[in-house]
């Protein structure tokens, strides 16, 4: 596993029935102790400057697929910081081969944080600023398809 929350290991197109329908990447998760995954506020996909939604995102966690709105009421599945998490994204054709640069943020909540801060949690926020203490990642890579 790398430092880096974004992983260069597993991004690659993916395709179904011999046609490239997206891609996928895989990501750690920096906090020591782990979340659950109702914990994570989604964060949007930048890739080469194209904002990805998390409509079009599905996260395999635990070799389970969730789409965000399962993941907002999953309080029983516990996504470890010793597990990669996998992002498949939908998109059609899939990326060409060459560098892409990725950023991706994700927040994620935490027992000992009072609720009443919640609200400033928000990873769509442009003024937001990142704090880790409060489960915050911001992250930008660039990595290679072949």
Not at 23 to 43: A, D, E, H, N, T
Request: proline fraction near 4%; aromatic fraction near 10%; charge should be neutral.
């Amino acid at each position: 596993m790398e430092k880096q929350v974004i992983q260069s290991v597993g991004f690659r197109n993916i395709s179904s029935e011999g046609k490239v329908v997206g891609f996928q990447l895989k990501i750690r998760l920096p906090y020591y102790r782990g979340v659950y995954l109702s914990q994570i506020k989604m964060g949007s996909l930048v890739v080469d400057g194209e904002e990805i939604t998390k409509d079009h995102i599905i996260w395999r966690v635990n070799g389970t697929d969730y789409t965000w709105q399962e993941m907002m009421v999953s309080r029983n599945v516990h996504w470890s910081p010793l597990e990669l998490a996998t992002l498949i994204v939908d998109k059609p054709g899939g990326l060409k081969q060459g560098y892409h640069d990725l950023k991706y943020s994700y927040a994620c909540t935490h027992s000992y944080m009072p609720p009443s801060l919640e609200h400033i949690i928000d990873p769509y926020k442009e003024e937001m600023v990142y704090l880790t203490e409060f489960g915050h990642t911001h992250n930008s890579r660039r990595l290679l398809i072949v």
